[in-house]
């Protein structure tokens, strides 16, 4: 593969002037800035990006931490930083971590290294110091509401399960059971804390044996309906965080002759197609913008530009017949 010093020979220009094209610098006489490009295309030249990314402090890469892609909150996530990322010509490295804290501290230490120019974080379950920490390394965004001092764009979560609870009220429900997925995240701790809050201030029925958590799939409401089922006393409505696992209690439910809605509530959260599809009610959110915007300010960011406050997206109550 050709070299600068052979595409300076090849256009009878200095090494220096090959290196001021190829970095696209100003103070290049258009004849010697043709002459290098001829050159180029003569000897098949292709640029290291390793190398351009180093000499310009930049690698047009960002970085996207997930607890899991497959999980259908992240994947749309996902889908929309690609999308606001093919805008920028930007390219994105995801990291799945499992909600695992070493996981989670390579995607920081990338940023630290500066083989990310930022980073977007969709969940986190590392302590408000490391995440106070990782900020001063570079541009850091995260998709949910936190109390450290990040950038963030986040959904409504809070009102999200007041409306749940109040609709569930309004149909005479007074027992309630709630499913969560990862109670130490961002999202999970406002959740437990908007039902707990509410269901005091009402006066509701709760019980420990009421309450799961680390539930993210299909099969994860089934064991909990098996769960339920083993109780005497039992809820008569349950508030699921996620579609997919609200899928799976209805589902086990019906297997074993427990009537939805007559005998068991059930509401879910995300309005996924499978949620239609069961004639679930649930909660929509504005999953995918919420990536875009997330890209939108990590860029922000990155230009210098004052931290926004953080307004979080309204959500939208979607009830069909399984309440």
């Not at 052979?6 to 220009?13: D, F, M, P, S």
């Not at 980073?119 to 302590?127: D, N, Q, Y």
Request: hydrophobic share 40%; net charge negative.
């Amino acid at each position: 593969m050709a070299n600068i010093t052979e595409i300076a020979k090849e256009a009878g220009v200095s090494r220096s002037t090959v290196s001021r094209v190829l970095n696209n610098q100003p103070y290049v006489i258009a004849e010697k800035r043709e002459a290098v490009l001829r050159a180029m295309k003569q000897l098949d030249y292709r640029p290291n990006q390793n190398a351009v990314h180093l000499s310009r402090g930049k690698t047009n890469v960002i970085g996207v931490m997930v607890p899991q892609i497959n999980h259908p909150f992240f994947s749309q996530l996902i889908e929309g930083i690609g999308i606001a990322c093919a805008e920028q010509n930007i390219s994105m490295l995801i990291h799945q971590t499992f909600n695992d804290r070493k996981q989670e501290q390579l995607s920081f230490t990338q940023l630290r290294h500066k083989q990310i120019d930022g980073l977007i974080i969709g969940s986190s379950v590392s302590p408000p110091e490391a995440l106070e920490r990782v900020r001063r390394d570079g541009p850091v965004v995260i998709c949910e509401q936190r109390e450290e001092s990040l950038a963030q764009v986040a959904v409504d979560h809070q009102s999200g399960v007041l409306a749940v609870l109040s609709h569930l009220v309004e149909r005479g429900h007074s027992s309630l059971g709630l499913c969560l997925g990862n109670p130490a995240s961002g999202v999970g701790l406002i959740r437990r804390h908007a039902f707990e809050a509410f269901v005091q201030e009402h006066g509701l029925l709760v019980s420990p044996d009421w309450y799961f958590e680390e539930n993210y799939s299909f099969a994860d409401g089934q064991k909990v309906m098996n769960q339920l089922l083993t109780l005497t006393d039992r809820p008569t409505a349950m508030i699921v965080g996620n579609d997919y696992v609200a899928a799976g209690i209805i589902h086990q439910a019906k297997q074993e002759g427990i009537k939805i809605p007559d005998m068991l509530a059930v509401t879910g959260f995300d309005n996924q197609a499978i949620a239609e599809a069961m004639g679930m009610t649930t909660v929509a959110q504005p999953i995918e913008r919420l990536g875009k915007e997330a890209v939108q300010l990590l860029d922000q960011l990155a230009r210098g530009k004052e931290l926004p406050i953080c307004q979080p997206m309204p959500l939208e109550l979607i009830v069909r017949e399984t309440t």
